[in-house]
């Protein structure tokens, strides 16, 4: 069993940076697949990024690309996301996923553990 808990969100304003974490307990997070995704208000849940097991393979969503970075800590046990340049459109509830079974997915489907998510709001 593996416990994801999410952490930085917030509110902040249009054009600003933010960089949220993801701390995992219960296993060794070197042996997940690793993306967040995130939720607006009356949207349906979207891929924001994926980062592979070792950290040396990552995949950005749409929205993300050119703004965004993936990293992980294994040693550590952390996965983050570096957002800059955030826009009102960003204004969502980001969520931290694991696959136990894959090296790199962008498929919600194939995650196996969810954090409860951390709501970030950007006002403009």
């Known amino acids: 069993q593996v416990q994801l808990v999410e952490s930085g969100g917030g509110v902040v304003q249009a054009g600003d940076s933010l960089t949220l974490s993801c701390a995992a307990s219960?296993?060794?997070?070197?042996?997940?697949?690793l993306d967040w995704f995130r939720q607006a208000p009356g949207k349906e849940r979207e891929l924001v990024a994926a980062?592979?097991?070792?950290?040396?393979?990552?995949h950005y969503g749409d929205s993300a690309k050119d703004r965004f970075i993936i990293s992980r800590d294994n040693a550590k046990n952390m996965l983050y996301l570096q957002m800059s340049s955030l826009e009102p459109e960003d204004t969502a509830v980001y969520y931290c996923?694991?696959?136990?079974?894959?090296?790199?997915?962008?498929?919600?489907?194939?995650?196996?553990?969810w954090g409860k998510g951390t709501l970030v709001t950007v006002s403009s």
């Open positions: 996923a694991a696959a136990a079974a894959y090296d790199f997915t962008i498929r919600a489907d194939l995650m196996d553990y």
């Open positions: 219960g296993r060794a997070f070197g042996g997940f697949g």
């Open positions: 980062i592979n097991r070792s950290g040396g393979r990552v």
